[in-house]
């Protein structure tokens, strides 16, 4: 018995290979999807760093005006002072100040200091008394602006505040 040879005509390899093509497009779309869910849960994350750190810079601005809150019952100045309130018992900044203080984990793949780090930094204004309620004659308004930015120079948050200051 003879064996003859028959002819193959690659339909196998034809088969395997679209199924081979067909699982590379899965998978190279999950892995897009995956890394799109990463990048957004960075942002958000970046964004709540940032949320916080504007919120401790107003905490630093309300505690630096209640800490002048005597020499500032009877309105604070602007002055070119930069540091809390300012170095005169009446005076309060022009410019934003920074709060020294950082949220979240520098990032080791740096060199510098506070490179790639939250800042938080605050704002304080003396307002005019006409926007003073009638409940609050007597008093100063005060403006706080906190400001916070994120790991990304775009994520940046700022919150403000009215706070008043009354005499005893």
Sequence with gaps: MAC???????????????????ITVLV????KGSILGERMAGSHMDRTRAYQAAEQALRLGEA??????????????DTTARSG??????????GWTATNA????????????NANQTKAEFLVNLLPDTLLPASRNGC????????GSGRAAATAVLLQTV???CPL
């Design 4 to 22: 003859t040879p028959t002819r193959q005509r690659g339909f196998v390899l034809i088969v395997s290979l679209i199924f081979l093509v067909a």
């Design 28 to 31: 190279v779309g999950g892995m």
């Design 64 to 77: 630096a005006l209640q800490a002048r809150a005597d020499a500032c019952v009877s309105g604070c100045t």
């Design 85 to 94: 309130i300012g170095a005169q018992s009446n005076t309060i900044p022009t």
């Design 102 to 113: 950082s949220i979240g984990v520098r990032d080791s793949a740096t060199t510098g200091a």
């Design 140 to 147: 100063k308004a005060y403006s706080i602006m906190g400001r």
């Design 163 to 165: 706070v008043f200051v």
